[in-house]
């Protein structure tokens, strides 16, 4: 789609979610939806983006896998074809992905970076450590990249106040920053006072002024923007900027050369806390390649993997057998009483890559348990604990049986968590990335 295109199926989206959404714009909407497959694309995305869910993109199918490194390959969504089913599932959509009025999982973000960090106060986050919804990072100087769930990446340039607001949107209180987002990540918003930015994919860099202004610079791919208060929305292309202020935006002087400043940016570094690999003590993240046969049945072996952390309460990875619980095939994972469902479907004969992690512990006063498939969130859950230490996620143990219908291939464990970055590296590679 072109830049118009996509602003004006977001004016569409958002009259949907907003209710107002009048007759005509559902015919439009609707026949946008029957006629393009990126536009389908894009409403699952921006579904996921309004409910703060990550990852309701659906990507056309990535070339057959070569041996050694399995590919990943993702599925489109099923679709209706009729129009007047479409208008029906566009309302379905939008309920069964509401916003929970409690955010089950508190965790939406992570350190992954940082050059010359300086935080304000005593401490401050530190490469690998998961940020919470609401938490507050203050820059005193130096560079520090937070990833977000959604896969939307901030670069933070001190001094600069951001707060974490959900995996689809952050408070820009003051500084500098800028956002880069993947096709996943489509939509990723960044607010302050004088501006709601959203980015649309590419680069996209904003930087707040002693007025309470902020200037908006597109450096590639496109974003939204639109000042508080006012109807009116403009769409900044790549190369293109402005200047907000209470009174509207204005064009950016010497945009020719503050891009060319803004290229010679300084390179961040991704080195984090070590990670231990591990046969299962004190195990926080298991990872492995799964393919699952298109004819696997609910009666054949569905677990995955088991870890027998303790008997009674064991963590089970499984594929789903129960289409009331969510998608026949999709990941499911279970310990402590709790269960995620994801939302691909493993059982398609493909490789896939899943990665189930434990977050959380004393420093954060919380366990949460989160599942990924080919790299992306597909669940989260808390865990009831009275007693939250390291001792919770330990001596996990791989079942070790055969999978009946499927195939289990270069299974980790790590000792803690694994970054966005660190899991894409894994993914990309199957090897951890040097340096942590």
């Keep these: 789609m072109t830049d118009a295109e996509t602003l004006e199926l977001t004016e569409l989206c958002n009259a949907l979610a907003d209710d107002r959404l009048t007759e005509a714009q559902r015919v439009q909407l609707n026949e946008r939806l029957a006629a393009s497959e990126e536009a389908r694309v894009f409403y699952v995305r921006f579904a996921g983006m309004n409910a703060s869910l990550c ?3 659906s990507e056309l199918q990535a070339d057959a896998p070569a041996p050694p490194k399995p590919k990943i390959i993702r599925h489109p969504m099923a679709w209706w074809a009729g129009i007047g089913a479409i208008a029906a599932s566009l309302v379905a959509a939008f309920v069964l992905h509401e916003k929970p009025a409690v955010d ?5 973000a992570w350190l992954t970076g940082s050059k010359d960090a300086q935080w304000n106060g005593s401490g401050g986050p530190q490469p690998g450590d998961s940020l919470e919804r609401g938490q507050r990072l203050d820059l005193q100087s130096g560079l520090a990249e937070v990833t977000f769930d959604s896969g939307a990446r901030v670069v933070l340039e001190g001094p600069t106040s951001l707060e974490v607001e959900s995996a689809w949107a952050a408070s820009l209180k003051s500084g500098v920053l800028t956002t ?9 918003r960044v607010a302050n006072t004088a501006v709601a930015v959203t980015n649309l994919g590419g680069d996209v860099r904003i930087e707040t002024d002693h007025t309470g202004g902020a200037e908006v610079v597109a450096l590639n791919g496109s974003a939204e923007t ?3 208060g006012r109807a009116e929305k403009v769409l900044l292309k790549s190369k293109q900027a402005r200047h907000f202020t209470g009174g509207g935006a204005m064009p950016v002087a010497d945009l020719d050369k503050k891009l060319s400043r803004f290229a010679q940016r ?8 070590p990670v231990k690999l591990t046969q299962g003590s004190n195990a926080r993240t298991v990872a492995f390649w799964v393919r699952i046969a298109k004819d696997a049945t609910p009666g054949q072996q569905a677990e995955i993997a088991g870890f027998g952390r303790q008997k009674s309460n064991p963590l089970r990875v499984a594929w789903n057998t129960t289409p009331e619980h969510g998608l026949l095939g999709a990941l499911r994972t279970e310990l402590a009483g709790e269960s995620i469902v994801g939302r691909t479907s493993l059982r398609d004969g493909e490789w ?3 990665a189930v992690m434990i977050v959380g512990g004393k420093k954060t006063g919380r366990l949460e348990l989160k599942q990924y498939v080919d790299g992306q969130l597909e669940g989260t859950k ?3 604990r009275k007693k939250v230490d390291g001792g919770d996620a330990r001596e996990f143990v791989h079942a070790g049986d ?3 219908g499927g195939e289990l291939d270069k299974l980790i464990f790590a000792d803690r968590p694994l970054t966005p970055f660190e899991l894409r590296t894994l993914i990309d590679t199957n090897a951890l990335p040097g340096g942590v």
């Design 55 to 57: 990852d309701y993109s």
């Design 104 to 108: 089950p999982a508190p965790s939406v």
């Design 180 to 188: 880069s987002t993947p096709s996943e990540a489509a939509g990723f």
């Design 226 to 228: 639109a000042a508080p």
């Design 266 to 273: 300084a390179g961040l570094e991704r080195k984090g806390r």
């Design 352 to 354: 896939h890559h899943v």
């Design 382 to 384: 808390m865990l009831a």
């Design 402 to 404: 055969p999978m009946v």
